[in-house]
């Protein structure tokens, strides 16, 4: 039922939001591998998410990068701890 997938989804930004609480940078690699998020899914909740102030992006580029590759950390915000 289309309700249980926005609720699921819902369900995995508020983990996302918890365990980001310690409010320290972390690698989308970090966050997909402890929370078990398929890595597109993570990216389109970490957009949402920015887009509503609970957190901030940092993207590198590959080739704004010393070591060739991109990189995306995020961090929660003060808005996001309140939440």
Same mark, same amino acid.
């Given at each position: ?7 699921? +989804?819902?369900?995995? $930004?508020? $983990? ?13 690699? @970090? ?9 597109? +899914? ?19 580029? +590959? @080739?704004?990068?010393?070591?060739? &590759?991109?990189?995306? &950390? ?10």
């Amino acid at each position: 039922m289309l309700t249980d997938e926005f609720l699921k +989804a819902d369900e995995t $930004k508020f $983990k996302i939001i918890e365990y980001l609480k310690d409010e320290k940078w972390h690698s989308y690699y @970090d966050v997909q591998k402890t929370l078990g998020i398929n890595y597109n +899914a993570l990216k389109q909740h970490m957009k949402f998410l920015e887009k509503i102030e609970l957190v901030e992006l940092s993207v590198i580029k +590959a @080739d704004e990068s010393s070591t060739g &590759k991109g990189s995306y &950390k995020v961090k929660i915000t003060q808005k996001g701890i309140g939440l």
